[in-house]
């Protein structure tokens, strides 16, 4: 029978240069994507898919992420004061959202690296990996799907979205061949960032994985690759490859994606945020139209 998966690992040890000034003292998981760090979008896309134990991989600066998952005793007790219950359930909220627990990177070696910081604490069991730059749409259905297809098959699955082939050179891509099902495909390469024009499709991995435990046996001795980093890509690639414990499968997400990994897709993904929201939509949809029509 399969393990029922629990365990969630958000690799957040990333420099954030490119948000530089706003990350010196902060890690760029804390930058808000309207009111609301972009890491607890993530840790609540975990939790919705039922997975409440949270690892989260930190590098320098973790204690802002640490405090924000935990009580902030003065600021709760003011707003208790207050009768302030909005903002204090908002406050509240994350404190019990997950059983988290924390690792630091040390060096900052790549995703790979910082994935296997997460064998002790996982064990040998499945577990699922989200990275903070990518957010699904809470309305869209992508990692509980995974869950169900990592359990049915028993393998390791990602998740991959069709992108601009113009752009296939800042992910990994895969190629596959069909399944039975409609949104599932088996997996027969993956190279990480390909050189622009080089890549063989235009499937990417975008930052959702379920992976099974064999991949710390199979980083344990994958050498640096793109960038001179140990790449969770170059991983999966071998499993892929040699059909290890089961291969691996992917599941084609068709829905939402907001990328927060550079400025330009930062700033998009709260503007399209913002306009679907109930409190500020309303406004802020005549507003953009007023403010693009002058910019023609
Ligand atoms: C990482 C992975 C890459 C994947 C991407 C998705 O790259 O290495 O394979 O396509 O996340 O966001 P990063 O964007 O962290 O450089």
């Not at 088996?186 to 064999?214: D, F, H, M």
Request: negative net charge.
């Amino acid at each position: 029978m399969a393990t029922k998966i629990t365990k969630a690992v958000i690799p957040a040890a990333g420099l954030g240069t490119r948000f530089l000034p706003a990350t010196k003292a902060m890690p760029k998981e804390m930058l808000p994507v309207v009111d609301k760090p972009a890491i607890q979008y993530v840790v609540e896309e975990a939790v919705a898919a039922g997975l409440t134990d949270v690892l989260m991989i930190t590098g320098r600066n973790k204690n802002a992420l640490e405090n924000h998952f935990d009580r902030m005793t003065e600021l709760e007790s003011t707003l208790q004061r207050k009768g302030d219950t909005d903002r204090l359930h908002k406050v509240e909220f994350s404190n019990d959202l997950a059983d988290m627990h924390y690792v630091r990177q040390g060096d900052p070696r790549g995703l790979g690296h910082a994935i296997l910081r997460a064998k002790m604490h996982v064990g040998r069991e499945p577990f699922a990996v989200l990275l903070g730059d990518d957010l699904i749409d809470e309305r869209d259905v992508l990692l509980s799907r995974m869950l169900e297809e990592q359990s049915g098959r028993n393998a390791t699955v990602i998740a991959l979205m069709e992108v601009d082939p113009a752009l296939s050179h800042m992910y990994g891509i895969a190629t596959v061949e069909p399944t039975d099902d409609d949104d599932v495909v088996r997996i027969t390469g993956l190279v990480e960032k390909p050189a622009q024009g080089t890549a063989l499709s235009n499937l990417a991995i975008i930052g959702r994985y379920v992976l099974r435990p064999e991949i710390f046996d199979i980083l344990e001795r994958t050498d640096p690759g793109k960038g001179g980093e140990i790449q969770l890509t170059d991983a999966l690639q071998e499993m892929a490859e040699n059909d290890i414990a089961g291969g691996v499968y992917g599941v084609v997400f068709r829905g939402r994606r907001y990328d927060t990994g550079d400025r330009l897709d930062y700033i998009k993904a709260i503007v399209q945020l913002a306009v679907e929201r109930e409190d500020l939509g309303p406004d802020l949809r005549p507003w953009l139209k007023q403010f693009s029509a002058q910019l023609d």
